[in-house]
């Protein structure tokens, strides 16, 4: 069993920034690739971006490149999204998900992932 725990949302004007974590309760994220989605009202859940463990290879969704950055520190097994210039489109309930096989292939589809963690609402408003 797998527990992802997200942090770092909250209330940020266009053009801001925030760095989300999630914390996985795992014997280390190289077995894992961890991906980040997010969710508006009404609409569907959305890939973001996704590393993977073995090799910290980064993934991103064309509307996020150049954005946001996510890393990973092995030591304190978390998962960081750094996000700047953010847009009010970016709004949502951001989540983060493992799959546990490792493999990043199709990563953008929430379908791959075995574990979810429980959200954190960003709101980029002015």
């Known amino acids: 069993q797998v527990q992802l725990v997200e942090s770092g949302g909250g209330l940020v004007q266009p053009g801001g920034s925030l760095r989300l974590s999630c914390a996985a309760s795992?014997?280390?994220?190289?077995?894992?690739?961890i991906g980040w989605f997010r969710q508006a009202p009404g609409k569907e859940r959305e890939g973001v971006s996704c590393i993977r463990g073995s090799d910290g290879h980064a993934y991103y969704a064309d509307s996020v490149t150049g954005r946001f950055t996510i890393s990973k520190d092995n030591a304190k097994k978390t998962v960081y999204l750094q996000m700047n210039n953010l847009k009010p489109e970016d709004t949502g309930v951001y989540f983060c998900g493992a799959i546990t096989s490792g493999s990043s292939y199709a990563w953008e589809s929430e379908y791959k992932y075995d574990y979810w963690g429980q959200g954190t609402q960003v709101t980029v408003s002015s």
């Open positions: 795992v014997a280390t994220l190289d077995w894992y690739a």
